[in-house]
């Protein structure tokens, strides 16, 4: 059997989207930019896309602009924003617990003069929103907390930080990445400024992802060339990623409450048997403020990295924290935030489920665990 518990990391393309993406890639190729009948057809295609997305995340479509995924939104939203609003100020708050697209991407600004402030988190991976208040200096130009955290699953008060920021007149920026389908985002009702979304994360490509940019603040681009998204962010627009990922947000919108309550059922399930039926097991983060698809879990005296390889060799993939840095052997700095012991730092296993997961891969999944988690401990030296 083969068990992808790693739908944090990346998800499988659902099949209806890569339908709705097949033509933009065969007959559909004409350049959205260009003035001929195919250009003028796929430039419609573009704005329809920006509609589609702007309704359902509650925004102005023209605030909309295509990148290659999050990584490249976290990065022109953060540079640019604070890069063109120097004369305002060169404070920058951050949370402790942000991507490394946010993260590194604050460390080159502080090389650069900028200074940073890191919002810590309380033990169930939470930022307390007074202590934003109480962070927040006159030169503060902009506030960057993410959504729902991608090792831990927690789902931050944005609503209310955003209602902050705005209040302060200062920029409000949230990386929602792994948000859809379990919090449903509201952008006017956040009061974001800026967001950044990534398809491959909810059934879509790999490669597309959008930036919501509030058009009046001042934003240097960190792409140039051409005039593409007003010149906002150069290169031919990449059609079939943009219509693909439009139709993906789509589907886990309209699919939401059904995936949401399958998800939840299928977690619920798997947290129950993995309690009952192995030893010394702790969940990280916070119970209830999480989304429902996440479960990182700490297996204590034995190595995450053995067990996410022995799981490997059974079929089952899972990952040892975020997928991004585990081909770097690091403890997981948002695990340090929530206060781990030392001993327990490499000791954890992040399960993430995905709409496409049964009850069949979850038993087959706990049986494999119960075999790993007896064999590794009964090695292991630690007590
Ligand atoms: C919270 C968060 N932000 C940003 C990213 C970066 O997304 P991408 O690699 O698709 O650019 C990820 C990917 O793991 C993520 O989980």
């Known amino acids: 059997m083969?068990?992808?518990?790693?739908?944090?990391?990346?998800?499988?393309?659902?099949?209806?989207?890569?339908?709705?993406?097949?033509?933009?890639?065969t007959e559909q190729y004409g350049n959205a930019s260009s003035i001929h009948f195919m250009g003028e057809e796929n430039s419609l295609a573009l704005i329809k896309a920006k509609e589609d997305v702007?309704?359902?995340?509650?925004?102005?479509?023209?605030?909309?602009?295509?990148?290659?995924?999050?990584?490249?939104?976290?990065?022109?939203?953060?540079?640019?924003?604070?890069?063109?609003?120097?004369?305002?100020?060169?404070?920058?708050?951050?949370?402790?617990?942000?991507?490394?697209s946010i993260l590194k991407t604050v460390k080159q600004l502080?090389?650069?003069?900028?200074?940073?402030?890191?919002?810590?988190?309380?033990?169930?991976?939470?930022?307390?929103?007074?202590?934003?208040?109480k962070m927040v200096k006159p030169e503060t130009i902009l506030i960057s907390v993410m959504t729902v955290n991608n090792e831990i699953g927690t789902i931050q008060p944005v609503e209310k930080i955003g209602a902050f920021a705005r209040k302060q007149g200062i920029l409000f920026h949230t990386d929602a990445v792994q948000a859809v389908p379990y919090v449903p985002i509201d952008?006017?009702?956040?009061?974001?400024?800026?967001?950044?979304?990534?398809?491959h994360k909810f059934n879509g490509p790999k490669g597309v992802g959008l930036a919501y940019i509030n058009r009046r603040a001042k934003i240097i681009p960190l792409i140039i060339g051409g005039g593409q998204e007003y010149g906002l962010r150069a290169g031919t627009y990449n059609l079939?990623?943009?219509?693909?990922?439009?139709?993906?947000?789509?589907?886990?919108?309209?699919?939401?409450?059904?995936?949401?309550?399958?998800?939840?059922?299928?977690?619920?399930?798997?947290?129950k048997r993995l309690q009952e039926e192995v030893e010394d097991v702790q969940l990280n983060g916070d119970l209830k403020n999480r989304t429902p698809n996440n479960f990182n879990i700490m297996f204590?005296?034995?190595?995450?990295?053995?067990?996410?390889?022995?799981?490997?060799?059974?079929?089952?993939?899972v990952s040892t924290g975020s997928a991004c840095s585990s081909d770097v052997l690091k403890a997981s700095d948002v695990l340090k935030s929530i206060g781990l012991e030392k001993n327990d730092l490499n000791s954890n296993i992040r399960f993430t489920l995905g709409k496409f997961n049964t009850?069949?891969?979850?038993?087959?999944?706990?049986?494999?665990?119960?075999?790993?988690?007896?064999r590794l401990r009964n090695f292991t030296p630690l007590k």
């Open 2 to 25: 083969q068990v992808y518990l790693d739908n944090s990391a990346t998800t499988k393309l659902d099949e209806r989207v890569f339908e709705a993406m097949k033509p933009y890639m």
């Open 54 to 100: 702007g309704l359902i995340l509650n925004c102005d479509h023209d605030n909309i602009i295509f990148t290659s995924g999050a990584t490249e939104a976290n990065n022109m939203i953060i540079k640019g924003v604070a890069r063109a609003n120097k004369d305002k100020g060169n404070h920058i708050l951050v949370s402790s617990i942000e991507h490394p």
């Open 110 to 133: 502080e090389e650069e003069g900028f200074e940073v402030g890191y919002i810590p988190v309380d033990s169930s991976g939470i930022v307390d929103v007074d202590q934003v208040k």
């Open 187 to 199: 952008i006017k009702q956040w009061n974001v400024d800026f967001l950044s979304l990534s398809a």
């Open 240 to 271: 079939p990623g943009i219509v693909g990922m439009t139709e993906a947000l789509k589907l886990a919108y309209e699919e939401r409450e059904e995936t949401v309550k399958k998800i939840s059922e299928l977690s619920a399930y798997f947290w």
């Open 300 to 317: 204590r005296r034995i190595e995450g990295e053995a067990i996410l390889m022995d799981l490997s060799v059974k079929g089952i993939c």
């Open 359 to 374: 009850r069949e891969e979850i038993d087959y999944t706990i049986d494999a665990l119960k075999v790993t988690v007896e």
